[in-house]
């Protein structure tokens, strides 16, 4: 008996140093989620807010700007995880929420919801700032809407901007993304699984040469809200 219990703490072990190494590989890849995926119905009180999502292969120019250790050959998946705290009011006559946090692995992002719809239809416009570090900035501007009791419709502009470490070159992002998510509610907390997609562009000025491209974004994420 006293092998198998040794056995058993071995092999919980491995498993315990197995996770860590993959939660560290995601804190260090995370670059951005792309689309702030929430429901348009503000939640009162004060709640954590953690999303995941992944995206497809952007094109070469979207995955140099979120990739720390390429030159070229850069179109690869963009992962994000995001952790932020948040506090809504609603009442019988306004509901909004600010929401702050990071956006792992260095970026520090606020951001703003008012609500201008009633219960029956409830959709709003927000704001989020990406507060500039590593020389790169994020900001966006939203739409959300709950057409159904279960489903949220989330539409954002986003741009991010900035230069590399070497100050040499310099790139600016654009995107018009479509966020469509399932709302699943407990007592205490939510989960929204979602797909986005969206239209880009990109421009690099790469040591003194310009180049533009144009492309298109597909992003699946996981929002989950803890009261």
Excluded at 9 to 15: C, E, H, I, P
Excluded at 42 to 62: D, F, T, Y
Excluded at 130 to 144: H, I, K, L, S
Excluded at 213 to 218: E, I, M, N, S, T
Aim: include cysteine; aromatic fraction near 8%; hydrophobic fraction near 40%.
């Amino acid at each position: 008996m006293q092998v198998d219990a040794h056995r058993h703490d071995k092999d919980a072990g491995r498993a315990i140093t197995r996770l860590s190494g993959v939660l560290a590989t995601v804190l260090l890849a995370s670059c951005t989620t792309f689309a702030s995926v929430r429901p348009a119905q503000v939640l009162p009180g004060r709640s954590v807010v953690i999303q995941a999502a992944a995206s497809a292969p952007p094109g070469e120019l979207p995955g140099w700007i979120w990739s720390f250790d390429c030159a070229d050959g850069c179109n690869r998946s963009v992962p994000g995880l995001e952790i932020g705290y948040a506090h809504g009011v609603s009442d019988s006559t306004h509901a909004w929420y600010v929401e702050g946090g990071i956006a792992l692995p260095v970026t520090p992002y606020i951001e703003a919801y008012r609500q201008v719809g009633d219960r029956s239809r409830p959709r709003g416009i927000g704001a989020r700032v990406g507060v500039p570090t590593a020389g790169w900035g994020e900001y966006r501007v939203f739409y959300r809407t709950d057409p159904r009791p279960h489903l949220t419709a989330n539409s954002h502009l986003v741009v991010a901007s900035g230069r590399s470490p070497n100050r040499e070159n310099s790139a600016t992002f654009m995107a018009l993304i479509q966020s469509v998510g399932l709302m699943r509610k407990g007592a205490t907390s939510g989960f929204i699984p979602a797909f986005s997609f969206g239209i880009t562009r990109t421009t690099r000025n790469r040591y003194g040469e310009q180049e533009t491209a144009a492309g298109l974004l597909a992003v699946l994420s996981l929002t989950g809200r803890l009261r």
